[in-house]
């Protein structure tokens, strides 16, 4: 029953006064979700994440994963009790060197009670111990976590963390992270960024990793099994770590013809986006099963199945691009996606023009081209897709079709500075798709609100002026097939699950 209240305001307060200590008056528990209405209960409330710490080890024969996050964190209000996003099995934790309360609730939420409720903008160090084998969890019906024949690899999108370390699992919590893993000898272990050294006693390797520049949690991977590391610097000087593993029988070679590459690729992309934002580059190629890649940081996830048909540069091109795109500058929400993979689809269509398989415009009118105005491909909007869309082809090709789209609009000059000019302006941080057209506008000097909203806010075919349907040689009815679409095309199965 509601009953109306009759009783003032100051003397409520002053009621509740007598009942709580003051200091806890004021604290309450922070919320499940970091408030992004495509995936309400993803990252948590009331802190600010800026440093992991992950000790682990990892037993590949029976997929047991164990080990302790320390969690370097600061509050945002004042805390009676927080969440974790986590599945696997905690023994203990510990705020600020005492022991917590803690319990488990929803599909992935770790909810922590420190002994003495936290003062809004105060440091926190969160300390979990915990076990478990990642391979027997799930949340939602689904897992993440990728067994193979000799061990197991972390890397999905959006959610890929909560099978192997507690977080805060949003991209609006960045932090930096030092990684380090003990396998049984003759397994490696790879993570993010630079390896810092490795050490062998009784048994067990330990790989440390350290990632120095922020990194959302989904972007954190690891990969376990055995891998031939290959190292090198790329000619504009960033230092390049790469991993294959043993087992990728016939695509082994077609993997290296294009992974290898990624120092030479980086470079060119410096050209259009700016200086490398990372202290190392590179990727790896595990032996899962799965279809997709995936723009881990400064360490990209390839599936053996992207080299199926051969070497692909281009799935290379797309995943270094999100260096720049979307791990740099990471987007504020799930529904600012287009900021990563417009641009990382782009990305390939400046490739396709590089190696004279067929410009951007050319892939540009392909695409318009291709979907006739009832084709559902139009209803997508990649501005704002709906979380069931996320990943749809539209939110790729519509996505760098808009871009092509303010290209024309704005001219090359203005173009190509917005391009290079956007990772500088929010370099390690978040941004949106309206914080994009804020900055396009005030380099190029143009009002773009409508040509934003025709190309990635309306459910419909735009009419043809940037798209230049018109501009078909005579008697032709359509585009031809650009030579560097298929290889393109490739990339895009990437978040089948
Ligand atoms: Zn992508």
């Known amino acids: 029953m509601h009953r109306r209240i009759t009783v003032p305001g100051a003397l409520a307060a002053a009621c509740l006064l007598l009942a709580i200590p003051a200091s806890a008056a004021s604290h309450s528990p922070g919320a499940p979700g970091i408030g992004d209405p495509y995936y309400p209960d993803y990252g948590n409330g009331g802190y600010d994440v800026s440093h992991y710490d992950l000790r ?5 024969a029976t997929d047991e994963l164990e080990g302790t996050a320390t969690i370097e964190a600061r509050t ?3 805390l009676s009790s927080f969440d974790l996003d986590f599945l696997l099995d905690v023994s203990e934790v510990r705020v600020n060197g005492a022991k917590a309360a803690f319990t488990t609730s929803g599909q992935h939420e770790l909810v922590v009670t420190p002994r003495t409720p936290l003062d809004k903008g105060t440091p926190v160090t969160v300390v979990v111990r915990y076990r478990g084998v990642p391979s027997t969890k799930s949340a939602y019906g689904f897992t993440t976590w990728h067994r193979t024949p000799d ?8 959610e890929a963390a909560w099978w192997w370390f507690p977080s805060n699992d949003h991209p609006l919590d960045k932090a930096t992270y030092d990684v380090s893993v003990a396998v049984p000898d003759g397994t490696q272990a790879i993570s993010n960024g630079t390896l810092q050294s490795t050490s062998s006693k009784l048994g067990w390797t330990r790989y440390n990793w ?5 990194q959302a949690t989904y972007l954190a991977t690891l990969a376990l099994g055995k891998f031939d590391i290959t190292t090198g610097t790329s000619e504009g000087g960033v230092p390049v770590v790469n991993a294959y593993s043993k087992d990728l029988g016939d695509n082994d070679g ?3 013809a294009s992974v290898e590459r990624t120092g030479e690729l980086v470079d060119w992309l410096s050209g259009y986006f700016g200086p490398y934002p990372f202290a190392s580059a590179g990727g790896y190629v595990p032996n899962t099963t799965t279809g997709y890649a995936l723009e881990t940081q400064t360490r990209v996830y390839y599936s053996p199945k992207q080299f199926a048909n051969g070497s692909n540069a281009s799935v290379v091109v797309h995943e270094l691009a999100h260096q720049w795109y979307g791990d740099s500058v990471s987007l504020k929400g799930w529904k600012d996606i287009w900021i990563n993979e417009g641009f990382a689809r782009y990305a390939q269509w400046l490739w396709s023009e590089h190696e004279g398989e067929g410009t951007t ?7 318009y081209a291709s979907h006739p105005a009832d084709d559902a491909f139009w209803t997508v909007k990649p501005g704002d897709p709906g979380p069931d869309n996320q990943f749809d082809a539209a939110v790729y090709d519509r996505g760098a079709l808009a871009i092509q789209a303010l290209r024309n609009a704005i001219g090359d000059d203005a173009f190509f500075a917005v391009l290079k ?5 929010h370099a390690y941080g978040n941004a949106s798709v309206a914080d994009f057209q804020k900055y396009a506008e005030q380099v190029s000097g143009k009002p773009l609100a409508a040509l934003f909203d025709t190309w990635l806010f309306q459910p419909s075919k735009p009419a043809a002026p940037a798209a230049r349907a018109a501009a078909l040689a005579p008697g ?3 585009p031809a097939r650009p030579e560097s679409w298929r290889r393109i095309e490739a990339t895009n199965d990437v978040h089948a699950r």
Do not use: C, H, I, S
């Open 254 to 256: 077609a993997a290296r």
């Open 476 to 478: 032709r009815t359509a």
């Open 76 to 78: 945002t209000q004042d």
């Open 151 to 158: 061990g197991a690899v972390a890397a999905d999108e959006p």
């Open 56 to 60: 682990l080890k990892y037993q590949p």
């Open 421 to 425: 000019g956007w990772p500088q302006r």
């Open 361 to 367: 415009q050319e892939l540009a009118d392909y695409v």
């Open 210 to 214: 350290r990632q120095n520049k922020p």
